[in-house]
């Protein structure tokens, strides 16, 4: 506060109305493998089942891990509604393109097809950096597919040079140019030899015939803007903005007249998934490393729930160890299908094996399913088995909505599997004792009431309230909504007036909890028991939270007692007490 050298009315406002917020605690991650198309290494927010498709392709193709990725991924999204996606391919995959060579400069007059660029041809992983990363021999542009593979074979693009594009405006009439009439689209027109149109076309899949996607008024100068004053040098519009292509232009050619000299459609060509080779040219764990690494970093994107889907070993455990690290997210892994589909009677055999010696994970940060499931895919008009943890990852967005995050993802009033055929196997109580006591969550179908999620163990090993994912969930997200809200005391004075307001702002959000059946009983400490003169000189803040977190009921006792005709049910009961 300022000291005052004359008479004033200063206004001040004090802002004491700082709440704990809510938290997210069902965004979720999948790394889709060798998907059709789509971003690779980049995250991509989906919200539905359409959305995926619409992005990413239809869950078509080989090998197994690609429909195996998709389909966990609408397992999900038949229940949440946010999963991050990043698409990872094989390191031999190529892009889809075409490069346009002129007979004189900046004069098109032959397309060839595009050198098969791969991710490692640029320095930044990214294709978003051709324009500045693109090696010229003859060619004076090249264009190319914003991402591998072959799907980027489907797209064909034309241009139209300034001339020719008046000369069809001065006609009035596109009769001749059915192929173009797009081009009415474009809202700014073309003023000078330096302007040209891209149209844009792809054959999705499925489908017979190309479909128009996008038009683009663009120009070789570096300075030429439109009717709105945006810069639309063709390098900028196109790698900013295209959802399908990206472009660069020899920097010789920049600012010069363009003259397309062929009116043909130019259709790309040299995208792969693979090589020749394609079996021996999976998605590697590296790989998949290095699309999980996207997510390590709690302070850039929020997500809760990585979803596993089958992923290579290295994988698991890089997943657990993203997990372990940022503290507010938890890894549903899966087990090998080798262990549960046609391995009639050595399931269980095979599931503690695998778990107790290949896996041998030791966390509260991630959980074990014990099965697959076989649901139908309508675009392979089959039945396949695909792993479980995307299902599972979608009972927990599902948990979240219906009640909250503590409550248990599992049983039948929260945890019934839908559109699911059948299980790999059924496990009886005693196979699901023995997975229970090794921390295998089992999967089980009853008569009549479906397939439904039997156990909520993490991996941690230690007989602690921390090896159930209610309890885990709970504390990840009290941690995150108090983290979040204590970040505001940060750099405020140090003195028992902060520490008050701390305890009042925490207090109430766990008698919230409280009430909504997440914890027992509570305590907050934050006084001079716990902020000592040496805390404080080092400029440290200290409040222990005390939290009971209410446990599942996952063993029920019935007893039932017979009692003499004319017996006092209150002297039995007394006497037994």
Same mark, same amino acid.
């Given at each position: 506060?300022?000291?005052?050298?004359?008479?004033?009315?200063?206004?001040?406002?004090?802002?004491?109305?700082?709440?704990?917020?809510?938290?997210?605690? =069902?965004?979720?991650?999948?790394?889709?493998?060798?998907? !059709?198309?789509?971003?690779?290494?980049?995250?991509?927010?989906?919200?539905?089942?359409?959305?995926?498709?619409?992005?990413?392709?239809?869950?078509?193709?080989?090998?197994?891990?690609?429909?195996?990725?998709?389909?966990?991924?609408?397992? !999900?999204?038949?229940?949440?509604?946010?999963?991050?996606?990043?698409?990872?391919?094989?390191?031999?995959?190529? +892009?889809?393109?075409?490069?346009?060579?002129?007979?004189?400069?900046?004069?098109?007059?032959?397309?060839?097809?595009?050198?098969?660029?791969?991710? /490692?041809?640029?320095?930044?992983?990214?294709?978003?950096?051709?324009?500045?990363?693109?090696?010229?021999?003859?060619?004076?542009?090249?264009?190319?597919?914003?991402?591998?593979?072959?799907?980027?074979?489907?797209?064909?693009?034309?241009?139209?040079?300034?001339?020719?594009?008046?000369?069809?405006? /001065?006609?009035?009439?596109?009769?001749?140019?059915?192929?173009?009439?797009?081009?009415?689209?474009?809202?700014?027109?073309?003023?000078?030899?330096?302007?040209?149109?891209?149209?844009?076309?792809?054959?999705?899949?499925?489908?017979?015939?190309?479909?128009?996607?996008?038009?683009? =008024?663009?120009?070789?100068?570096?300075?030429?803007?439109?009717?709105?004053?945006?810069?639309?040098?063709?390098?900028?519009?196109?790698?900013?903005?295209?959802?399908?292509?990206?472009?660069?232009?020899?920097?010789?050619?920049?600012?010069?007249?363009?003259?397309?000299?062929? /009116?043909?459609?130019?259709?790309?060509?040299?995208?792969?998934?693979?090589?020749?080779?394609?079996? &021996?040219?999976? #998605?590697?764990?590296?790989?998949?490393?290095?699309?999980?690494? !996207?997510?390590?970093?709690?302070?850039?994107?929020?997500?809760?729930?990585?979803?596993?889907?089958?992923?290579?070993?290295?994988?698991?455990?890089?997943?657990? /160890?993203?997990?372990?690290?940022?503290?507010?997210?938890?890894?549903?892994?899966?087990?090998?299908?080798?262990?549960?589909?046609?391995?009639?009677?050595?399931?269980?055999?095979?599931?503690?094996?695998?778990?107790?010696?290949?896996?041998?994970?030791?966390?509260?940060?991630?959980?074990?399913?014990?099965?697959?499931?076989?649901?139908?895919?309508?675009?392979?008009?089959?039945?396949?088995?695909?792993? &479980?943890?995307?299902?599972?990852?979608?009972?927990?967005?599902?948990?979240?909505? #219906?009640?909250?995050?503590?409550?248990?993802?599992?049983?039948?009033?929260?945890?019934?599997?839908?559109?699911?055929?059948?299980?790999?196997?059924?496990?009886?109580?005693?196979?699901?004792?023995?997975?229970?006591?090794?921390?295998?969550?089992?999967?089980?179908?009853?008569?009549?009431?479906?397939?439904?999620?039997?156990?909520?163990?993490?991996?941690?090993?230690?007989?602690?309230?921390?090896?159930?994912?209610?309890?885990?969930?709970?504390?990840?997200?009290?941690?995150? &909504?108090?983290?979040?809200? #204590?970040?505001?005391?940060?750099?405020?004075?140090?003195?028992?007036?902060?520490?008050?307001?701390?305890?009042?702002?925490?207090?109430? +959000?766990?008698?919230?909890?409280?009430?909504?059946?997440?914890?027992?009983?509570?305590?907050?400490?934050?006084?001079?028991?716990?902020?000592?003169?040496?805390?404080?000189?080092?400029?440290?803040?200290?409040?222990?939270?005390?939290?009971?977190?209410?446990?599942?009921?996952?063993?029920?006792?019935?007893? +039932?007692?017979?009692?003499?005709?004319?017996?006092?049910?209150?002297?039995?009961?007394?006497?037994?007490?």
């Amino acid at each position: 506060m300022a000291f005052y050298l004359s008479p004033l009315v200063d206004v001040r406002e004090i802002d004491l109305t700082t709440t704990i917020p809510a938290v997210a605690t =069902n965004i979720a991650v999948a790394i889709l493998r060798s998907a !059709y198309k789509g971003p690779e290494l980049k995250r991509t927010l989906v919200t539905t089942r359409d959305e995926l498709t619409d992005m990413f392709g239809d869950p078509v193709g080989s090998p197994a891990e690609c429909y195996e990725d998709m389909l966990s991924a609408m397992g !999900y999204l038949k229940y949440g509604n946010m999963l991050y996606c990043t698409r990872a391919m094989p390191a031999n995959a190529t +892009f889809a393109g075409t490069k346009p060579v002129s007979g004189a400069q900046s004069t098109f007059t032959q397309f060839n097809t595009s050198n098969a660029y791969k991710m /490692s041809d640029f320095d930044s992983d990214d294709p978003d950096s051709f324009a500045t990363e693109a090696s010229f021999g003859t060619e004076e542009m090249q264009v190319i597919a914003n991402s591998r593979g072959v799907w980027g074979n489907n797209i064909r693009i034309a241009m139209v040079d300034y001339s020719t594009y008046n000369a069809m405006v /001065s006609a009035g009439t596109y009769s001749t140019w059915d192929t173009y009439d797009s081009i009415v689209a474009v809202d700014s027109p073309m003023v000078d030899a330096k302007d040209f149109l891209i149209i844009v076309q792809v054959l999705d899949q499925g489908e017979t015939s190309y479909a128009t996607k996008e038009v683009w =008024n663009v120009s070789t100068s570096t300075t030429r803007r439109d009717d709105q004053g945006q810069i639309i040098f063709c390098e900028n519009v196109i790698n900013e903005q295209s959802n399908y292509i990206r472009i660069a232009l020899k920097a010789a050619n920049e600012d010069d007249d363009i003259v397309i000299s062929t /009116s043909e459609w130019q259709q790309f060509s040299g995208g792969q998934d693979s090589d020749d080779d394609y079996v &021996a040219d999976l #998605v590697t764990d590296a790989i998949v490393i290095e699309a999980l690494d !996207y997510y390590e970093n709690s302070e850039e994107v929020d997500v809760n729930i990585f979803i596993d889907s089958d992923k290579g070993m290295a994988a698991k455990r890089h997943m657990i /160890s993203i997990c372990e690290s940022r503290k507010d997210c938890i890894a549903l892994l899966d087990c090998e299908r080798a262990d549960v589909v046609n391995n009639r009677g050595n399931e269980t055999t095979d599931l503690r094996e695998w778990r107790r010696r290949t896996l041998n994970e030791n966390t509260s940060y991630a959980a074990l399913y014990g099965n697959w499931l076989e649901i139908y895919d309508r675009w392979a008009g089959q039945y396949r088995w695909i792993p &479980a943890s995307g299902n599972v990852a979608g009972i927990l967005a599902n948990t979240d909505d #219906v009640a909250d995050p503590w409550w248990a993802p599992a049983g039948l009033n929260r945890a019934i599997l839908t559109n699911v055929r059948k299980l790999a196997w059924n496990p009886s109580l005693g196979n699901r004792n023995i997975l229970y006591q090794n921390g295998i969550n089992p999967l089980v179908s009853f008569a009549g009431q479906g397939k439904v999620i039997w156990g909520q163990k993490t991996l941690l090993d230690k007989n602690s309230a921390f090896n159930r994912i209610n309890v885990r969930r709970l504390f990840i997200t009290l941690e995150k &909504a108090v983290s979040t809200a #204590v970040k505001y005391f940060l750099f405020e004075p140090n003195d028992e007036f902060t520490r008050l307001s701390l305890i009042n702002m925490i207090e109430p +959000f766990l008698r919230d909890v409280k009430s909504r059946r997440g914890i027992y009983e509570f305590s907050v400490v934050c006084d001079s028991r716990n902020n000592t003169a040496e805390r404080i000189d080092r400029n440290e803040l200290w409040a222990d939270i005390y939290i009971q977190p209410v446990r599942a009921a996952e063993f029920i006792v019935l007893n +039932f007692i017979a009692t003499k005709t004319g017996a006092s049910f209150e002297e039995i009961i007394s006497g037994s007490a």
